[in-house]
């Protein structure tokens, strides 16, 4: 049985990126549905359709544990299928999202309990961050901003390009403007490391940048310490499958600008 990762594109492989540094020994299957990227601007019911669609081809492919990569989906599908399908399609596999790890370390980071959530028109208007955070962290103040550009920027390769410029710089100013006090902010969507130059090059250094990887990496290792029912079924051979939507010459392509130490990517594409 491997570890599936699920995501809209191309961005949670940049989650994957942390789990093969921490977690070489097991198999992985990554699934990008990136013929109908980007899932930001699309309703709660079309995320959910195309999660749930996502999940039950992952089980097919003999995934015991699912990690849904995307924020939007996370924000958008995760809970309804944990809550409504899985009890259902697969009781003893489990499906976990990126956000509660974010938000259960943020604490850790923030000084002035004032922080900021960069995301997806998507993630930003389900306020899935904010609501967690004020569950688990009640004095702490969330500010949130929709960057809908910063996706196709990633998306279409333009994130080392001038033309990226004008939309991060305009997004970091809008929610840096929203509390002077903000002192955290987390880099809601997976695809956003790779627009880290640039958000540094417009972020005050005295403000604390969260990437999401490293931490759900983090989270993952804790979840299967205290899951020993779903790791002992986890298959250790180092193997590592590609699937896409899209045409698999466009995916081997640019997947290999993510996982520039994976020595082979060869897709396969499937169809919904």
Not at 3 to 9: L, P
Not at 50 to 63: G, I, M, N, R, S
Not at 191 to 200: A, D, T, V
């Amino acid at each position: 049985m491997k570890i599936g990762v699920f995501d809209s594109g191309y961005g949670g492989l940049t989650v994957l990126k942390e789990f093969l540094e921490k977690l070489p020994d097991y198999d992985y299957i990554y699934l990008g549905d990136n013929a109908r990227t980007p899932y930001g601007t699309r309703s709660f019911e079309t995320v959910y359709t195309y999660t749930l669609q996502a999940v039950h081809k992952l089980f097919e492919l003999d995934c015991q544990l699912i990690i849904i990569a995307c924020n939007t989906a996370s924000a958008k599908a995760l809970r309804t299928i944990q809550q409504n399908d899985l009890h259902r399609i697969a009781p003893n596999r489990r499906v976990l999202g990126v956000i509660r790890p974010s938000t259960e370390a943020i604490a850790d980071f923030t000084k002035s309990n004032n922080i900021g959530i960069l995301g997806t028109a998507g993630t930003i208007n389900s306020k899935s961050y904010q609501i967690e955070i004020n569950k688990l962290h009640p004095k702490i103040n969330v500010y949130q901003e929709a960057c809908p550009m910063w996706v196709p920027i990633v998306e279409n390769n333009e994130y080392e390009g001038e033309g990226a410029n004008y939309f991060i710089k305009k997004n970091i100013d809008n929610i840096l403007n929203k509390n002077k006090e903000i002192d955290t902010i987390i880099l809601g969507c997976t695809h956003y490391p790779l627009l880290i130059n640039k958000i540094k090059q417009y972020t005050p250094d005295n403000i604390k940048l969260i990437l999401q990887g490293e931490i759900v990496a983090k989270s993952l290792i804790d979840y299967l310490k205290r899951h020993p029912e779903i790791e002992t079924k986890l298959s250790k051979n180092r193997k590592r499958e590609f699937f896409t939507t899209e045409t698999t010459v466009l995916f081997d392509k640019k997947a290999k600008q993510f996982l520039k130490n994976c020595k082979k990517i060869e897709a396969k594409q499937i169809v919904f």
